[in-house]
């Protein structure tokens, strides 16, 4: 089982882009779903989150305001909406899905998570 995360890319400083999750062979919607991000030369780190059990989100603090994560569950796809991009935003964001009813940022870890998928590079120029 993995999940699939997309829609990386170039984009310019203040741009913006949507990333996608979503899995071939979950129901994203009884699944609470993290976004973590590793920047060049540092580590995964968890962004933002929604809950399975309320959909509930949770957003690092240094990024709300530009980041929101929202789902769909027509589509069984959990969206992160990047607004007003930085270059300090650059590196690799992948999702992770768990069974927990509710969802953190803080001191998450990516190997606690249940499923996993390849991440998806984004690079935002100066």
């Known amino acids: 089982v993995q999940l699939q995360a997309s829609g990386g890319g170039l984009v310019q400083s203040g741009g913006s882009l949507r990333l996608s999750c979503t899995s071939s062979?979950?129901?994203?919607?009884?699944?609470?779903t993290t976004w973590f991000r590793q920047a060049p030369g540092k580590e995964r780190e968890a962004i933002g989150c929604?809950?399975?059990?309320?959909?509930?989100?949770e957003v690092e603090d240094s990024l709300k305001g530009r980041f929101i994560v929202f789902r769909d569950n027509v589509e069984n796809t959990v969206y992160l909406q990047m607004n007003n991009l930085k270059p300090e935003d650059t590196g690799i964001y992948s999702c992770?899905?768990?069974?927990?009813?509710?969802?953190?940022?803080?001191?998450?870890?990516?190997?606690?998570?249940?499923?996993w998928g390849k991440g998806t590079q984004v690079t935002v120029s100066s």
């Open positions: 992770a899905a768990d069974t927990s009813d509710l969802c953190t940022v803080r001191g998450a870890s990516y190997s606690d998570m249940d499923y």
């Open positions: 062979d979950l129901n994203m919607d009884t699944y609470s």
């Open positions: 929604i809950a399975k059990s309320d959909d509930r989100i």
